[in-house]
């Protein structure tokens, strides 16, 4: 067992490792792993070094490394990939090693890591380590602490790891087209001392969003604000994987934000507190509860909790757009208006015209709509109880007695015990309420109120108007 004196003594063995570079020859590059799945795969325990919890990386999966000499290696290879983003919708991006994000990179306190890094876009590139203390030739900007790796070329980053904690990586070349085609990937580094901030199970994901249109597949790279799918390592609901949970355990949830704009993630059913940032580990005294943690841009947030309830508990990024999926953001509120009328008119021209809205938007999560080629239903998913009328950044927290330690797979639907979900009064029928609107309001959504099956479109100007 490694003392926490062990590893403070990593930054002496960084002082030594100062020009670390052992000038390595292509015929000494790694093997580099490819994924062709979008669903989790096991958490890949240490094969060397001291013991450490491994991380579960949510529709992903961590790098395999091999040791050379006291060196350990990884491949990383910058390449086109097709992303699923949910069934039903593929994105074609940019990744790594076969899926967006990349896999995730797990290492040790005072580890030593060489990364190959080979770049197969048609483009130029670098990788940032995000958060990483390095030295500055290794930090990967493009043209200020390094050339640009060329298209077939491959160049090898070196350094110790000084600090361990979570952190991220990215190119720092042509960043605006690179990061909106989904190039990026998780980095953790585990304390040397297995004792330390030990969890049980240890989640992680990265927030990214696109813009991408439906009937489309290529996400635009210059939009700034209006991004229509919002992920959870690229994925939406309900095609994120859920966090499943042992009952007891201490877990830890690990969140980075490489979108344009914040993110209020919230769980449901616990309160917790940030223990790391990109920054590194929060002092006890210095942590205070939450509920929802706000995810700045460019940033990481990690949280813990005992599992000690069980349950399906939400969680989702809490800006009620950004658990919407692409389909039908330029509606119009009809809220009130009465539609019946001018349905039958409209049928007669237009036999498969229906009226949407009059009473809020439920009514999307249940219906199926045709949709054009490769697009998802802005709310969608199915509960034990319903229509969970979610998509974008939202997945369930899965807490259950009695799983094995490790184990992972979907559990079902919880079984809340008798008497303890909410229920429906036995009463006389009522009449449901009707909003009431001035004459002008009504005449204008009348006129707005026409959705075509199928012929709708997230984006201004596309909306079927009458
Ligand atoms: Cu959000």
């Known amino acids: ?45 240490p094969s ?13 999966w961590t790098l395999p490394w091999r040791m050379n000499g006291d060196w350990k290696e990884f491949h990383l290879v910058a390449e086109p990939v ?23 990179i797990e290492a040790v306190e005072g580890d ?28 990967g900007v493009g043209g200020l602490t390094q050339p640009q790796i060329k298209p077939g070329k491959t160049f090898v980053y070196e350094f110790v790891l000084q600090k361990s904690g979570t952190f991220m990586y990215h190119p720092h070349a042509d960043e605006m087209v690179q990061m909106a085609m989904g190039m990026m990937g998780f980095f953790v580094v585990h304390p040397r001392d297995p004792n330390f901030m030990r969890v049980d199970r240890d989640f992680v994901f990265l927030l990214s969003s696109y813009d991408i249109e439906p009937g489309s597949y290529m996400p635009k790279v210059s939009e700034m604000t209006d991004f229509n799918i919002w992920t959870f ?31 209020p993630v919230h769980m449901h ?5 940030v223990t790391c940032t990109d920054g590194g580990w929060v002092r006890p005294e210095a942590r205070w509860p939450e509920v929802t943690i706000d995810i700045p841009v460019g940033a990481m947030r990690a949280y813990e909790f005992v599992a000690d309830v069980p349950g399906d508990w939400a969680l989702h990024c809490h800006k009620s757009h950004h658990t919407m999926n692409a389909m039908g ?34 009514e999307m999560g249940e219906m199926e709509m045709p949709l054009p080629d490769n697009t998802l239903p802005m709310m969608t998913g199915f509960g034990q109880f319903g229509p969970i009328e979610m998509g974008g950044m939202f997945t369930v927290v899965k807490v259950r007695e009695g799983l094995a330690r490790g184990d992972y797979s979907d ?41 075509k099956p199928g012929a709708t479109n997230g984006k201004p100007g596309s909306h079927n108007r009458h």
């Open 411 to 451: 559990p079902g639907w919880y079984k809340n015990p008798e008497g303890t979900v909410a229920y429906e009064v036995a009463s006389v029928a009522t009449e449901p309420p009707r909003a009431r609107l001035s004459p002008q309001a009504r005449k204008s959504n009348l006129e707005l109120n026409i959705i």
């Open 48 to 60: 060397s070094g001291p013991e450490y919890q491994p991380v579960a990386t949510l529709n992903g």
């Open 329 to 362: 953001h330029n509606l119009r509120n009809f809220i009130g208006a009465q539609q019946r009328d001018l349905t039958r008119a409209v049928r007669k021209l237009e036999p498969e015209y229906m009226a949407m809205g009059s009473a809020g938007m439920a």
């Open 233 to 263: 390592n690229t994925r939406v609901f309900p095609g994120i994987d859920h966090l499943v949970v042992r009952k007891g355990d201490r877990v830890r949830v690990r969140v980075g934000n490489l979108t344009m704009t914040n993110h």
């Open 82 to 104: 097709v992303r699923e983003f949910a069934p039903g919708m593929v994105g074609h991006l940019w990744g790594y090693n076969g899926q967006s994000p990349g896999p995730t």
């Open 269 to 273: 059913g616990y309160h917790f507190e």
């Open 1 to 45: 067992m490694y003392s926490r004196r062990h590893f403070l003594g990593s930054a002496a063995l960084l002082a030594s490792a100062g020009a670390v570079s052992g000038r390595v020859q292509a015929a000494a590059i790694p093997e580099a792993a490819t994924m062709d799945k979008a669903a989790m795969q096991p958490p890949l325990m």
């Open 112 to 139: 030593k890591v060489r990364i190959f890094v080979t770049n197969k876009l048609p483009e130029h590139t670098t990788i940032h380590w995000h958060g990483m203390l390095l030295p500055n030739g290794m930090d």
